[in-house]
C-alpha cells in the first residue's frame, strides 16, 4: 500500500523514462548546435530596448533598459541588468532613433546569468517580423 498518491502529472513525466532522454538531450544542446538549428539568420545590432510586461494592468509596474546582441525575424537577444522570467510575455520597444521598428510583443525562451550585473534574455517573436533596413545595411557592413 502507497502511503502518498501521486496525482501530479508534472512530476509523472519526470519520472517517466523520458526525462533521462530529456537530460541527454539538453546536454547535447551546445551554442553551436544551437546556431546551427535557427530557423532565421541573425544580425548582430546593439540598439536600446526597453522592456515592459505585456498585460497591460502591470505595464506600469516594471520597466527596465537592455541592449540587444542581435536580431532576427523570429527573435531576438538582449542583454539586461537583472534576469527576465523564462515563460513570461514581454512588450520590447527598440529605440527608434537606432532602429526603426514597432512595439514588438515576445516571449522570453531562456535568460542566463552572464556575471553578476548582466543576463542574456532570449525572446521569440509571436509572429516573424519585416528585417528593418538599418538591419540590411548591418549585415552587408560586418
Known sequence: MELFENTDPIGDAL???NAFDLLQELERNTPDEIRRQRAH???AIKVHVTLQPANAS?????KMQGTTGDLSQGGCRILFPLPVH???IYRLEFDRRQLDMPLTFARCVRCHLLREDAYEAGFAF???IAMPRTCALAEHES
Do not use: A, C, I, W
Open 126 to 128: 509571436f509572429s516573424p
Open 15 to 17: 519520472n517517466d523514462d
Open 86 to 88: 523564462v515563460g513570461d
Open 58 to 62: 502591470q505595464v506600469l509596474k516594471f
Open 41 to 43: 539568420f541573425r544580425v
